[in-house]
């Protein structure tokens, strides 16, 4: 077991379950969170004996996307900052993509921006029923990363996609269901239960058969996500050079002073 203080690893019969802890931020990515996500990974895949990998949020959210507040606390080095913080969510996104075993996200609450990138990046997404995916990013001026646009053009088409991302950015867990985003809609206090389940379930399995079943249905896509982050990572640093997305980035810290608004979105 892994306690670091905004990520943990339990590792039981044959599942890895991997918890973002920071809920008094709504599991926002700073850069020690993504750090620590990027390495609780690499344990889970690489951890003797694991068939499935389950990854949740404690707390009102699975994640709130990348933690504003962290970028407004470096804006004198606001594009090389978060040119580190996209490298290593990066990592993470392709080190799911390239898993031999399967990965089921357990997700709740407010989902944004990055958030939503790391849900999509499973291979299976559960949700419970009031869960609110808001893309977040053209609110705070800035493009996708994680793989989001890659994954909504790949399951929705180009129009559907930019349709999300620059105007339309917030989905109920029901509408992310019928659009194919999300496999199952369950209860909030099933949630984890359910997930528990299906991990279980999948690794009762001969473990060649499953390995071999995600190869099949990721391999196509995978060389192009690759390249396809390369260039949100590029979009991204550019608008963080930006003096509009500074002034957002304020503002938003300004608003959240009052609160614990953290994590609206990345």
């Not at 989905?171 to 194919?180: F, I, K, M, N, R």
Request: proline share 2%; charged share 20%; net charge neutral.
């Amino acid at each position: 077991m892994n306690k670091d203080s905004s990520v943990r690893v339990d590792l039981d019969q044959g599942v890895a379950t991997i918890t973002l802890q920071r809920p008094q931020a709504l599991n926002a990515l700073d850069y020690p969170t993504i750090e620590a996500l990027r390495q609780s990974i690499h344990q889970a895949i690489t951890a003797p004996g694991v068939r499935v990998i389950v990854l949740r949020g404690e707390g009102r959210s699975f994640c709130g996307g990348g933690d504003v507040l962290a970028m407004h606390a470096h804006r004198d080095d606001l594009p090389a900052f978060i040119g580190r913080m996209i490298d290593s969510f990066h990592i993470s996104v392709m080190a799911l993509s390239r898993a031999q075993v399967p990965v089921i996200a357990s997700v709740q609450g407010a989902v944004a921006g990055g958030g939503i990138s790391l849900a999509l990046a499973c291979d299976l997404v559960l949700a419970a029923r009031e869960t609110r995916f808001v893309t977040a990013y053209a609110q705070l001026g800035v493009s996708s990363d994680g793989g989001l646009s890659f994954r909504l053009t790949q399951r929705l088409g180009a129009a559907r996609a930019f349709e999300l991302l620059a105007l339309h950015g917030t989905l109920t867990a029901s509408q992310a269901h019928e659009l194919g985003l999300v496999n199952r809609v369950v209860d909030a206090e099933s949630a984890d239960a359910e997930a528990l389940d299906w991990a279980r379930r999948l690794a009762a399995l001969a473990p060649q058969a499953v390995a071999e079943f995600k190869q099949l249905t990721t391999v196509q896509g995978r060389d192009a996500l690759q390249a396809q982050l390369d260039r949100e990572k590029a979009a991204f640093v550019r608008c963080a050079g930006t003096e509009d997305f500074a002034r957002r980035v304020a503002a938003f810290a300004l608003r959240s002073q009052g609160g614990r608004n953290r994590g609206d979105g990345e």
